[in-house]
């Protein structure tokens, strides 16, 4: 009686995908739709470490350059403005400036003016924002980068029908960089 071994298997099964492989190769080659078998790519570019994102340049959204920012005109959701615009809109009596931090933060200092809505517990401020005018820009700010709470305050407000709704992205770190003033209230 003959024993099996698998090793003639497993050296015939090698054999079958080697050949396979050469029959698939030949043929990719005469195809002219042929598969690509390598392809030379880019490097990939990475942004340094010491970059912060308040340092990269600003861009473009929804096609509207912001310092051509338009008070006057409607928007399909909360714009993005730059501090420059806010103080105009806010010196013109255009804005009400919404600071979406916690009370405490807001406590500790806040630009002068501005109504402390914070985003964390907005349900308790209903009526304080059913009482915001519909005819002034709702300009709501936070932090700054990483902070989202200004973002996410304008948004709520923008979906609940208020038609004038900014972001001011630089927040209280751009206002303190630029030496705003600020009131802290106990």
Not at 113 to 140: F, R, T
Request: with cysteine; proline share 6%.
């Amino acid at each position: 009686m003959k024993k099996f071994f698998p090793f003639i298997a497993i050296k015939e099964a090698i054999f079958i995908v080697l050949i396979g492989g050469v029959i698939g190769m030949s043929a990719n080659l005469i195809n002219p739709n042929g598969v690509k078998i390598s392809s030379a790519r880019p490097p990939i570019e990475y942004a340094d470490d010491s970059v912060l994102a308040e340092d990269l340049p600003s861009v473009q959204i929804n096609g509207t350059n912001q310092d051509d920012f338009d008070p006057d005109s409607e928007t399909a959701g909360p714009a993005v403005i730059s501090m420059a615009q806010m103080k105009k809109l806010f010196a013109q009596k255009q804005a009400i400036l919404l600071d979406a931090r916690s009370v405490n933060e807001y406590r500790q200092g806040h630009i002068p003016g501005a109504i402390n809505i914070p985003y964390e517990s907005i349900e308790d401020y209903m009526s304080k924002i059913d009482s915001l005018s519909q005819d002034k820009w709702l300009v709501c700010f936070c932090d700054g980068p990483p902070c989202d709470l200004g973002e996410l305050l304008a948004n709520e407000l923008f979906g609940m029908g208020f038609p004038k709704v900014a972001i001011f992205q630089g927040g209280m770190n751009e206002w303190n960089k630029q030496g705003g003033k600020i009131k802290k209230t106990e």
